[in-house]
């Protein structure tokens, strides 16, 4: 298996464009999860799913950003419009059942 | 889920084993102990998990004090590949929330 596929591996785009993150889980995991991480809040769970449908969002930071999953193997993060202060990297990671999580190798995203 | 403490950050020697020590007295009889860890700029690894018994895999092995309150990962041949960030996180059993903390920078040294 590939693991968890990520991309594009880094984005860099300007303040006020839509941003768009995608992600391919592994096959066969149920969950899929989107963090975001930076130096000064570190790793944040944003979102997850469970077989496609979104359970937790509380983590989402504002409406500028949303999370789809219209099938067992894809997923995306949009924001918009994107801010510098969305600068960090992205990760997004699949689980099956309490086995542990696989994470992807992330997004860099630079908003300037 | 529990809240769990771990020291910022600790050194060992390469070949000597690491002991990362992870606090946490609050958990519950249904919190599992998961260990991940962060190699700089790749994401999180899963390394080991346990609920009650010390756990072994070819990674690690997991330490669980008899009344859980704390427990000890132990990379038993430590090299320069394991320096990472070293993150304990309590977690209920059908939950699937990982959230993760500050966690513990190991950096093994030659």
């Known amino acids: 298996d590939a693991g968890v596929i990520q991309s594009p591996r880094h984005e860099v785009t300007e303040m006020g464009q839509e941003v768009t993150l995608r992600c391919k889980p592994i096959?066969?995991?149920?969950?899929l999860f989107w963090y975001r991480q930076t130096m000064m809040r570190g790793l944040e769970l944003l979102i997850y799913f469970n077989n496609n449908v979104p359970i937790d969002d509380s983590g989402m930071p504002e409406d500028r950003f949303s999370a789809k999953m219209p099938n067992a193997s894809f997923s995306t993060l949009k924001i918009q419009p994107s801010e510098p202060r969305d600068s960090a990297v992205y990760f997004c990671a699949s689980s099956f059942r309490l086995y542990g999580y696989t994470f992807g190798s992330g997004t860099r995203l630079t908003v300037v | 889920d529990a809240k769990t403490t771990q020291p910022p950050s600790m050194d060992c020697a390469e070949g000597r084993a690491a002991n990362l020590p992870c606090n946490h007295s609050?958990?519950?009889?249904?919190?599992?102990v998961y260990w991940y860890r962060q190699i700089h700029s790749q994401g999180p690894q899963y390394i080991i998990h346990?609920?009650?018994n010390n756990e072994t895999n070819e990674m690690a092995s997991l330490i669980i004090t008899e009344d859980r309150k704390s427990s000890t990962l132990i990379l038993p041949h430590a090299t320069l590949r394991d320096t990472a960030v070293y993150y304990c996180?309590?977690?209920?059993?059908?939950?699937?929330?990982?959230?993760f903390g500050k966690g513990t920078k190991l950096t093994v040294n030659p």
């Open positions: 609050t958990i519950s009889g249904n919190e599992y």
């Open positions: 996180i309590a977690l209920k059993g059908g939950s699937e929330k990982l959230v």
């Open positions: 096959s066969g995991h149920n969950s």
């Open positions: 346990g609920l009650k």
